[in-house]
């Protein structure tokens, strides 16, 4: 029963430096979303998806896009990795918007050089 | 008021004793409420939801007071495996598009 899987756990990029990060739910959840964790922030949401080939921006969405192409998968690019965007992202998955607990997947941990 | 808030911590406690939690929202209409736990460097873990007549789960106990805004975790007992960050969450409204979740409170249990 694997839930919500990540991939990759760890990555280092240089600055400008492009590159996907998948999130993999097989819960048949249909929303499914990707924050970013930071230090003194908590989790910030960047963007999230409704259903399958839907997406729409959260609260921190610049300098990230999504595609949810088929309903168990959620990738999360970055097209010019910035120094800002050294994080722990964590992509989530719920049955309802707002309504059911989400669950998360464990993490990547992104560095930008 | 910041849409989620809770006190930082950390809460420093013996093993056995008793430590609550609490959190205030902003948004009267919320309509869901959550704790989550988060250990050190891993992803965020559902703990229990929070009812309207309140609800216990073994050691713990979650309360939700609507006319005051404000949810409350208690920790009987406490466990040396019970150190965490304990995160608030709360919808944002009827037709919110996610849960909003505080930055948490850390607790540490020692022996």
């Known amino acids: 029963n694997a839930g919500v899987t990540q991939t990759p756990k760890f990555r280092v990029l240089k600055t400008g430096q492009s590159m996907t990060l998948l999130c993999a739910q097989d819960?048949?959840?249909?929303?499914m979303y990707w924050y970013r964790q930071d230090p003194g922030m908590g989790l910030r949401l960047i963007h999230y998806?409704?259903?399958?080939?839907?997406?729409a921006k959260g609260e921190v969405p610049d300098g990230y896009n999504v595609s949810r192409l088929k309903k168990q998968n959620f990738l999360l690019g970055l097209e010019s990795a910035a120094p800002s965007q050294t994080s722990v992202y964590f992509c989530?998955?719920?049955?309802?918007?707002?309504?059911?607990?989400?669950?998360f997947g464990d993490g990547t941990r992104l560095s930008i050089l | 008021r910041k849409e989620v808030e809770q006190d930082p911590g950390p809460f420093n406690v013996p093993e056995g004793a008793t430590v609550a939690f609490n959190c205030t929202y902003s948004?009267?209409?919320?309509?869901?409420f959550f704790w989550y736990r988060q250990d050190c460097r891993k992803e965020p873990k559902l703990l229990m939801s929070?009812?309207?007549s309140g609800n216990e789960d073994g050691r713990f106990t979650a309360q939700l007071n609507r006319a005051s805004q404000y949810i409350s975790l208690l920790i009987r007992d406490s466990k040396l495996s019970d150190s965490a960050t304990y995160l608030c969450?709360?919808?944002?409204?009827?037709?919110?598009?996610?849960?909003?979740f505080g930055k948490g409170t850390t607790l540490s249990v020692s022996s």
């Open positions: 969450v709360v919808n944002k409204n009827q037709a919110g598009t996610a849960l909003i």
């Open positions: 989530a998955s719920s049955y309802s918007r707002g309504y059911q607990p989400q669950h």
């Open positions: 929070v009812y309207s």
């Open positions: 948004n009267s209409a919320s309509q869901s």
């Open positions: 819960m048949n959840h249909e929303y």
């Open positions: 998806s409704v259903g399958e080939g839907t997406t």
